[in-house]
């Protein structure tokens, strides 16, 4: 079926623009949602108004995000989940928690295909994040999945004291195993002498 689109639909086609697409695709979406309109003659008459009202709509759109894109980029979202004793969460955090926690955030509405989410998240800790706001317009947010039980900068203060005490073993490790390369560099010269 041919049709005149009346709105950007993502993937598909512009406002404006004449495509040929698929009867039950048209029917049971495209136009009950008036997002396109069968092309008849009188709807390709009306094309040129219409590209005219989608170009402007774009350029709003892209304004829009650009704003919300500002305001978000940095941010930082906590979200509070139950978790066993080995920071795997009882459950997980997915593009829709996020983005209903970015739109409590801005009190805007925030879709959750706009959350780059490779899989949803199932572990404590912090996770920075790419949205998805228009084609030409990213932020990144920071997301910080915490125990039940205890505030999100309790949790924070209790992942540095752990990424200290790792460094600190890891350095601790790295001395003793140099001690050892040297004693042993020492071993194999006596038996070479008493030989």
Avoid: C, W
């Avoid at 993937?11 to 495509?19: C, N, R, S, T």
């Avoid at 495209?30 to 774009?58: D, E, F, G, W, Y």
């Avoid at 650009?66 to 920071?87: H, P, Y």
């Amino acid at each position: 079926m041919r049709v005149v689109f009346l709105e950007d639909v993502p993937g598909v086609a512009q406002g404006g623009d004449v495509k040929e697409v698929k009867n039950g695709f048209a029917r049971n979406y495209l136009i009950p949602k008036s997002l396109a309109t069968p092309a008849t003659h009188n709807a390709l008459q009306r094309i040129a108004k219409l590209q005219r009202q989608a170009q402007v709509t774009r350029v709003r759109q892209l304004e829009d995000m650009k704003e919300l894109a500002a305001e978000l980029d940095g941010s930082q979202i906590n979200v509070e989940m139950r978790a066993g004793s080995t920071g795997r969460l009882y459950g997980s955090v997915t593009a829709a928690i996020i983005a209903a926690r970015l739109a409590e955030l801005t009190e805007k509405e925030i879709d959750r295909r706009t959350v780059t989410l490779s899989e949803p998240i199932r572990d404590l800790g912090e996770f920075d994040l790419s949205l998805d706001l228009h084609p030409d317009v990213q932020a990144g947010v920071s997301v910080l999945v915490y125990p039940t039980g205890t505030t999100p900068e309790a949790y924070v203060e209790s992942l540095r004291a752990a990424e200290e005490a790792a460094a600190a073993a890891a350095a601790e490790a790295e001395a003793l195993e140099e001690d050892e390369d040297y004693e042993e560099e020492e071993y194999p010269d006596d038996e070479e002498e008493e030989g």
